[in-house]
Structure formats: C-alpha cells, structure tokens
C-alpha cells in the first residue's frame, strides 16, 4: 500500500537526517523558540466564511508530474495576495518532489500560517517543522495508533504548532477525537486505491462537533464542490491540483468562492 511505503521512506530519511542534526539537537532549537504563537493556523480556518488552505504541489505519486514550472514561492505569494487562510507546503521529496527549502523559504516570506504537508512519523518532524517556520504539521490517522498521536498532538501543540489531523473513515474521526485533535480534516482520496470522493467528508461532517475545527481536503475542482461543503458546515478546504494547474490563482480561487 502506497502510504506505508512512503512511510517507509519517510523513516530512512528521518534517520539519515538525525545522523547530521540529532533529535536532541532539533528538539532544542525548536524548544528555544517562542511556541506562543496564538495557533494562527487555527484562528485563520475559525474565521466566519469558508477558508482556503491553497497547496504549493509539484507532483503527487497519483498524478504524476503537475507543474512542469515550478516556481514555489511565487506560487506562495499568489495564493497569499488571492486571499489564501494559509498554505499547504508539501516537504515530502521522493513521491511528491517537495522539499524542506521551499517551506523554509515560503514562512520566511508569507505572512499568513504555513502548514507542513508531510508524513509525520517520528516527532523529530514536529520539532523540524517549527525550526523551518511552519504554523502547522499533518498527521495522518492511518499512520499513527491513538497513543502516539496523542503524543504528537501534546508535542505540536507544547510548541505552538496546530496539527491538522487526517482521517479518512468513522474510525479515524474518532480516534481523531479521542485523542484531542482541535482540526481534522478528511481526505476525499482514498489513499489505498487513489479513488476520490467528495461525499466522504460530507458524510463525515455530522461526526466531529463544531467546536472543532473541520476541514475538507483533496478533489475538490470546482464552485459547486465548494458550495456544497459550505452548506454543509465545513469550515475549510485544502485544494491542490485545482489551483496548481491554473495560471490565474487568483481569479480561480475567486471562482471556487463563488457559491458560498
Ligand atoms: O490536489 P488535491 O486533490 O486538491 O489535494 C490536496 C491535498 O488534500 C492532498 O495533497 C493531500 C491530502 N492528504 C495528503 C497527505 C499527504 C500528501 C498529500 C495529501
């Protein structure tokens, strides 16, 4: 199955990384940063309306390649001057050719939150995500038992950091709960066969309480789409392709606002 083998990968890396900056190390250099940030990332999706998570993307292992051109940071600023609540940086570099660098650079820039799209499996990656910048880490339901993302929900949120937690099915949402997630989004992917289906997070909605923050995430390509998960209470969404594949980002999200 396609995510646990980008979790695989996603370890080797992490211990590659730790035999050049060790976890102490990075654990002590995101400690001495202010972790009281206010949760921006949080507040931001909070806010009265629908709100726009937009995902700087260049290739995703069910698409393939999707922006030949890749200029991220001009990407960034585009979704930030097109009204964006925050940015999705994808870090993962082997299934999604991201890359550290591009979040480093994007929070340095931006002034709106910037969440760290990757495939959280060890906390030296939270702890990572602070020193590069990041308002915000993913961490996937399918990937993490309910202890450990308690564990990793204590330790993002000690930092400061909003963790948007990924659920997929009834399950997920509420181990999701369980263990204190204050954002859960639900991937309309089904990430085992790729399949997407907006209807997933509509039939989700009903489960998480509205003190919670609740976000739809992958598929969503159109006003109607948006629309619909508007009427339905989402709070926000989290779009990709859609935006990456358009060479006006701004008149496109302003499109898919159109309906709510
Ligand atoms: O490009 P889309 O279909 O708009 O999807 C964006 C985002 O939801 C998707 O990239 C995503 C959702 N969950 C993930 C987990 C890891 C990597 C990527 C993702």
Do not use: W
């Amino acid at each position: 199955m396609i995510l646990e083998t980008i979790a695989e990968a996603t370890r080797k890396r992490v211990a590659a990384e730790k035999e050049k900056c060790s976890l102490a190390e990075m654990k002590e250099k995101a400690t001495a940063m202010n972790p009281d940030t206010g949760f921006p990332f949080e507040q931001e999706l909070k806010k009265p309306g629908m709100s726009f998570i937009c995902e700087v993307k260049k290739a995703s292992p069910s698409k393939g390649i999707i922006a030949e051109d890749f200029p991220y940071l001009e990407i960034a600023k585009e979704y930030e001057a097109a009204g964006a609540s925050a940015i999705s940086c994808l870090t993962e570099p082997e299934y999604f050719k991201g890359d550290k660098r591009y979040l480093k650079k994007i929070a340095e820039t931006v002034s709106i939150p910037v969440l760290r799209k990757d495939f959280t499996v060890d906390p030296y990656m939270i702890y990572e995500a602070k020193v590069l910048g990041a308002t915000a880490v993913l961490l996937i339901c399918a990937l993490l038992p309910e202890e450990t993302l308690k564990e990793y929900l204590e330790t993002a949120h000690s930092l400061g950091l909003s963790a948007l937690v990924e659920a997929h099915d009834e399950a997920e949402v509420a181990q999701a709960m369980r263990a204190g997630a204050r954002i859960i989004g639900v991937n309309n992917r089904n990430l085992k066969d790729f399949t997407v289906d907006i209807h997933n997070s509509e039939r989700l909605r009903e489960l998480v309480p509205e003190n919670i923050v609740f976000v739809s995430e992958s598929g969503i390509k159109t006003p109607e789409d948006v629309g619909r998960l508007y009427q339905n209470k989402t709070d926000a969404v989290l779009i990709g392709e859609t935006l990456m594949r358009s060479s006006n980002k701004k008149a496109e999200l302003e499109k898919l606002s159109s309906m709510c």
